[in-house]
């Protein structure tokens, strides 16, 4: 009993302080832990930020300030030459700009794989969330493992495979490398979410008498709707930014995806680092826009699916 | 609903349709000026369409061909005993050729060698077919011959069409309880068959093979159980990549993981628990924080390696203004030792530098999931603590411990395997250099493989990578009984 007296007059101390009027005050904490807590978050909040900003500057400075050992964020004689470049070439150097070839590649390749993933993974899911059938746990345990394979250990079989069916340098051994990775993982996250779906609804639409197919396209894929969102997402996701496979498989410059195209400009660095950085901006904020803007639902397919508690 | 007039329901994605024409038409002639610049143009994106569009179509056909194929073998039975012998036998022949394809394919992929034996021309039939049929539909003129290919598949499409309906028409329905089940699940076994178990095998045929570029990968090489031994004799005597010896890479691989994993961990329960508590900018401080999972890991390790630069990089910036302040303070004289570093020249120093670029990489991760499990622990439990006299420690301990296990032990056992795996970001910045110190298994594999072409060699390691993982995996699910309920 004393505890909560000395806590409840605590609060009361609190509550006409200074600090009470800006920071909101959390569980029984004093002003002072609060201003910590709020010194400690923004301190995570600049070194979570500040890389990022970074590049923006960079892309910012004009090509005679780009090696500067300036912190500021916002550079001296700011110019947008850098974007410039990157979007539309450079005439004057008689370059043509590849960076809506390496978008229109990456974004053909990405969705076509997401796409096949989700609707594999949207029908086998169910199978899996609601049957029981002889090899069921075999196939369950088989995914799981499938998590357990490095990314880069089929690339080697894959690549020779590929390039015994002349697939290498094209889409298809892409999109083929990418859906080895992205379908055991859609299959995983689509099936977790089936399984939060009650199935009393399933039950009595089939005492109602309608077919378990109509069941699955009638009532389960209308309701899991924001899962097949997220899962196109996360595969989507996976594919975007990937480097390591896609070098092996696409050698030819014209079908680059941009983390390879960008990658031309970050490796020389004192020719190309403001383009490379214009890029990465131009990029990376479509893409970060989206992902915060979906970050709620992208957490719930995340502790719904392979992270499953 | 229904009264609703066709005008109104349709306005809405009309006025979508619209906005989304008049953006690309005003992007459009934004960018017009520029277009010469502009590599992208119509001709490229057709071309790319075809291409992917074949490919999607004859993916699509070929399960829809399966499926109906497995429809009939679960769904439909024969009307009688002189259409079951039609059916079972254009069933069977059906299957046969499918088999012979598979075995065609897969001695293109050479995982097996047939020869020029009589042996090789029988499963060879099916497919000598199928060219017979393209030179003809060539021959006569019908199609021109970079269509051959589809025409022909088309004419194959039609004929087992056909036979399907003949079957369709010589049976009747028949109720199967797990028909559905295995025809939904269809069409992913054999994505997964031919993406994943095939490769795998493939994978283990090779690590007992002398492939390399000598052999011109698998054409000329020789396949054999001394090789496999000699490979494995290489690989942990010899060098992996090209220098680094295995148990140093394995060292490094672990100490890769466990700073890696121990950083996410507690950086991550260390911002959540610091906004686990009802506060102003809540909001705000999640949103900001997620900013290094939510850039292209790309793109943010492509700016890190240049921001370790060692003149005009950010690190060495802030590293060479702080040996400046502390060397102007005499007082703080003894910090002097704080000064810039040579990230990519010094073995160690590269270490680090991958590791922080990874640490503030994962963090956010870690963080998010482990406050969706903070979040879901009910306050009663610290009221009733506190009323017990428990102390912030205590409860943390007993209390918030144990009820984020479930959500923990999953989160550590993949973190620690997609740690073991990741070298996007070692690769990116420092390409494991300098001499190959900062590679871990992993990226020392994809370098034998794709930079110095030892494929059986770079098999076997692949495989021994995956059993040190698996060992691991069952090791600590035996451990904490985590990820139990999983396969349920």
């Known amino acids: 009993m004393t505890a909560t007296t000395s806590s409840s007059e605590q609060i009361k101390k609190a509550e006409n302080g200074f600090m009470r009027s800006f920071f909101h005050r959390g569980r029984g904490d004093s002003p002072f832990k609060t201003l910590m807590i709020h010194l400690a978050l923004i301190a995570a909040c600049i070194i979570a930020v500040y890389p990022v900003l970074r590049v923006i500057t960079i892309s910012l400075r004009p090509n005679d300030t780009l090696l500067t050992t300036s912190l500021a964020i916002i550079p001296e004689n700011a110019s947008l030459d850098n974007y410039r470049a990157v979007l539309f070439g450079e005439p004057e150097r008689g370059r043509d700009s590849d960076f809506f070839l390496w978008l229109w590649n990456s974004i053909s390749v990405v969705s076509v794989t997401s796409i096949f993933a989700v609707i594999l993974a949207a029908v086998s899911a169910y199978a899996f969330a609601r049957f029981k059938f002889p090899g069921r746990t075999a196939g369950l345990v088989f995914l799981l493992t499938t998590q357990m394979i490095p990314a880069g250990m089929l690339l080697l079989p894959l690549f020779i495979m590929l390039a015994k069916m002349k697939m290498i340098n094209s889409y298809l051994g892409l999109i083929i490398a990418y859906a080895v990775s992205s379908v055991p993982l859609t299959i995983w996250t689509l099936k977790g979410y089936y399984e939060t779906i009650p199935v009393d609804l399933e039950e009595a639409a089939l005492i109602d008498g309608a077919s378990r197919l109509t069941v699955f396209t009638k009532i389960m894929l209308p309701l899991s709707t924001p899962a097949l969102a997220i899962a196109f997402l996360f595969s989507f996701m996976g594919g975007w930014s990937e480097y390591l496979v896609a070098r092996v498989v696409l050698q030819k410059d014209s079908l680059y995806t941009w983390p390879l195209g960008v990658f031309t400009y970050a490796s020389d660095f004192t020719v190309s680092w403001g383009k490379f950085s214009a890029a990465s901006v131009l990029i990376a904020i479509p893409v970060m826009a989206l992902f915060l803007y979906s970050s709620k639902w992208l957490i719930s397919g995340l502790t719904l699916g392979s992270v499953k508690g | ?488």
Do not use: C
């Open chain 2, 1 to 488: 609903m229904d009264n609703t007039s066709t005008l109104r329901r349709y306005l809405p994605a009309g006025l979508w349709v619209l906005a989304g024409l008049a953006v690309f038409f005003l992007l459009r002639s934004w960018i017009a000026p520029y277009s010469d610049g502009i590599s992208l143009n119509a001709d490229v994106v057709v071309a790319s369409i075809k291409q992917i569009g074949g490919f999607v179509l004859a993916v699509l056909v070929f399960l829809a061909v399966l499926e109906i194929y497995f429809y009939q073998i679960f769904f439909r039975k024969p009307s009688n005993a002189v259409n079951a012998v039609v059916v079972r036998f254009i069933q069977v022949v059906v299957a046969a050729i499918a088999l012979m394809l598979l075995v065609v394919f897969l001695e293109l992929t050479d995982l097996i060698r047939l020869g020029e034996g009589a042996l090789g021309s029988f499963f060879r039939s099916p497919s000598t077919l199928f060219d017979g049929l393209k030179t003809a539909l060539v021959n006569s003129q019908m199609v021109e011959s970079g269509g051959a290919t589809m025409a022909a598949g088309g004419i194959v499409v039609l004929v087992l069409l056909g036979l399907f309906g003949l079957i369709q028409a010589l049976s009747e329905p028949r109720h199967s309880r797990l028909g559905l089940a295995y025809l939904l699940v269809l069409p992913a076994v054999v994505g997964m068959l031919f993406l994943i178990v095939y490769p795998f095998l493939y994978e283990i045929r090779l690590a007992f093979s002398n492939a390399s570029l000598g052999t011109q990968a698998t054409k000329n090489a020789s396949y054999g159980l001394e090789y496999g031994w000699q490979n494995l004799v290489t690989l942990f005597t010899g060098n992996v990549a090209k220098d680094a010896k295995f148990f140093e890479v394995f060292v490094r691989t672990i100490l890769w993981t466990v700073i890696n994993v121990v950083f996410h961990v507690g950086g991550g329960m260390g911002l959540a628990l610091l906004l686990n508590r009802p506060m102003k900018l809540q909001g705000l401080y999640r949103t900001l924080l997620v900013f290094p999972w939510a850039i292209p890991t790309t793109i943010a390790a492509m700016a890190l390696r240049n921001e370790f630069d060692s003149k005009y990089g950010m690190f060495n910036i802030i590293l060479g203004n702080i040996h400046n302040f502390v060397t102007s303070v005499p007082f703080l004289n003894w910090l002097s030792f704080i000064g810039p570093v040579s990230w990519k020249q010094d073995p160690f120093w590269a270490f680090v530098s991958i590791l922080l670029s990874n640490i503030w990489l994962g963090i956010p991760f870690m963080s998010v999931i482990i406050l969706g499990g903070l979040q879901s622990i009910s306050s009663e439990y610290y009221e009733a603590a506190e009323i017990d006299g428990a102390n912030r420690f205590q409860m943390f301990r007993n209390i918030t411990l144990p009820l984020l296990k479930p959500v923990l032990t999953p989160a550590v056992v993949l973190g620690v395997v997609w740690t073991f795996n990741k070298f996007d970001v070692i690769y990116l910045i420092t390409q494991g250099g300098p001499q190959e110190k900062t590679d871990i298994l992993v990226s020392s594999m994809y370098k034998a493989a794709f930079s110095f072409y030892r494929y059986g060699f770079t098999a076997m390691f692949a495989l021994v990578i995956f059993i040190v993982l698996f060992l691991f995996t069952l090791f600590y699910m035996r451990i904490t009984g985590g990820l139990k309920g999983a396969t349920d």
